[in-house]
């Protein structure tokens, strides 16, 4: 990994590689479940998926799927706070997958 160096504007000098991997499991700012690594978390801040188990499932979702071209590809929240993958491709068809992060 490159060096990643800041200076602030008191000139002083932060590397930027050591503060990612100081705070990689502290809870991110947003609207996600996710820590900073991408980890995916339960109650209380514990990981449930890691980021290396949602890589491997996604991989292996995609070497299953049909050698179509993909038009558009979106992950929705439905209203019951289900995940689903939606793929349109571009011959019209749409595959649906729920996506179920606990058993995989």
């Given at each position: 990994?490159?060096?990643?160096?800041?200076?602030?504007?008191?000139?002083?000098?932060?590397?930027?590689?050591?503060?990612?991997?100081?705070?990689?499991?502290?809870?991110?700012?947003?609207?996600?479940?996710?820590?900073?690594?991408?980890?995916?978390?339960?109650?209380?801040?514990?990981?449930?998926?890691?980021?290396?188990?949602?890589?491997?499932?996604?991989?292996?979702?995609?070497a299953k799927r049909p050698n179509k071209e993909?038009?558009?590809?979106?992950?929705?929240?439905?209203?019951?706070?289900?995940?689903?993958?939606?793929?349109?491709?571009?011959?019209g068809s749409i595959e649906v997958i729920e996506?179920?992060?606990?058993?995989?």
């Open positions: 990994m490159a060096n990643k160096s800041a200076k602030t504007m008191r000139g002083k000098n932060i590397d930027m590689n050591t503060l990612i991997a100081n705070n990689e499991k502290v809870v991110a700012v947003g609207n996600l479940n996710v820590n900073a690594r991408g980890d995916v978390l339960g109650p209380g801040g514990l990981i449930e998926v890691t980021k290396e188990e949602i890589t491997k499932m996604y991989y292996d979702e995609e993909v038009a558009k590809r979106q992950r929705i929240k439905r209203g019951d706070g289900k995940l689903i993958d939606e793929t349109t491709y571009t011959d996506v179920d992060l606990k058993n995989k």
